[in-house]
């Protein structure tokens, strides 16, 4: 599908990172530091730096701005969300190299926080360790007095802390992921703003639509897409199910994951197991195959069906061409089921939370 997704984005251009407040040796010996240095096009315009990767450089490593085999270039994975963001056709804006750096660690410790994410996906249920959560109603699960809040996050996603898989919903569960790697960044960085976030957590929890609006960025349109292959290690990542009778089962109308650099998506129900691009292509296509109806009347997808016919298309190059094919392009609109696939338009990313610049504002309490 290298060609598919190339064939997508061969208008898009390289915006990269820019950099105020910076001169350009200091910003040279940034990119340095990280082994950044062949290729990248350093240039200014009145108190602002540029910073790309060259088009010979792109044209080798990330042809059609597709960034999924970064890592096999990168040493670190700081390099490769580096270089992602050099090569990004959306303008990634700082105003210092410190706000810089800030943002490349939040990335770093939410991708390292999804791959030890483990949980249970339950679409009807939730549950969280007692010692640090109750639920309120319409607060929902806040922080039980005198608890840490990155402790708490730590012990609902990571089962390493209690022994113990909760129930989450794959949104809520990118929640706490993007939540726990803003609050380890500020326990460093940012106390006060720590201290903000334990208190809110503490009164009641930011989710859903809140959480986007106070959290995250969301880059890219339907309008002007993102390249399909482009994909900046940190992203919130949604998938869209694109057939309109499985996506009536609550639970399945898409799917919400992490990028986490080296060409992989979160898998929080099977860590051991992370999606390509191309596995959760094909494993959101067989849910239509998976839809039973209850006595009820009510419908409801059994993953074992679904399990077996991924396994089945596995073994047939032609059949995974023939879905990548449909899956591998952009999504229709909200409501409309046609000719559309399920990938989204647009990614998201935390907020900037470096002082004295910080973009996230928390809600008063």
């Not at 105020?20 to 062949?38: E, K, T, V, Y």
């Not at 009145?46 to 044209?59: K, P, V």
């Not at 990028?259 to 979160?266: A, D, E, Q």
């Amino acid at each position: 599908m290298q060609n598919s997704l190339q064939a997508t984005s061969q208008t898009q251009q390289a915006a990269g990172i820019r950099v105020s407040h910076c001169d350009l040796p200091a910003c040279r010996a940034f990119f340095d530091a990280h082994g950044i240095r062949d290729g990248l096009d350093l240039s200014s315009t009145a108190n602002t730096l540029w910073c790309r990767m060259s088009d010979a450089w792109m044209q080798l490593h990330t042809p059609a701005l597709n960034t999924l085999s970064l890592h096999q270039h990168a040493k670190d994975l700081k390099q490769e969300i580096l270089w992602a963001l050099l090569v990004s056709p959306h303008p990634f804006q700082f105003n210092d190299l410190e706000a810089l750096g800030s943002a490349v660690r939040v990335r770093e410790n939410i991708v390292l926080d999804a791959r030890k994410t483990a949980l249970a996906f339950k679409t009807d249920a939730a549950e969280r360790p007692s010692e640090f959560w109750r639920y309120e109603e319409g607060a929902g699960f806040i922080l039980q007095p005198h608890t840490c809040l990155i402790d708490a996050l730590i012990s609902a996603t990571q089962p390493e802390a209690t022994g113990k898989l909760y129930d989450f919903s794959c949104y809520r569960a990118t929640e706490y992921v993007i939540l726990l790697g803003l609050a380890q960044e500020s326990a460093l960085h940012n106390p006060g703003l720590l201290a903000q976030l334990q208190h809110v957590n503490e009164k009641y929890a930011i989710r859903s639509g809140l959480f986007h609006e106070v959290f995250l960025h969301e880059y890219g349109s339907l309008e002007a897409p993102l390249p399909a292959g482009f994909y900046v290690p940190g992203d919130r990542v949604w998938f869209r199910n694109p057939d309109e009778r499985s996506s009536d089962v609550t639970g399945y109308e898409g799917s919400w994951v992490i990028y986490v650099g080296s060409g992989l998506f979160s898998n929080f129900w099977k860590r051991e197991q992370p999606f390509t691009l191309e596995s959760k292509c094909i494993e959101i296509f067989h849910w239509r195959d998976g839809v039973k109806t209850k006595a009820s009347g009510d419908l409801w997808l059994d993953e074992t069906v679904v399990e077996a016919c991924v396994h089945a298309t596995m073994q047939d190059p032609d059949k995974v061409q023939h879905i990548l094919q449909k899956m591998m392009c952009i999504r229709d609109p909200k409501g409309v089921y046609a000719a559309g696939g399920c990938l989204d338009a647009t990614r998201e990313h935390p907020k900037q939370i470096f002082p004295p610049d910080i973009e996230l504002i928390l809600p008063q309490v």
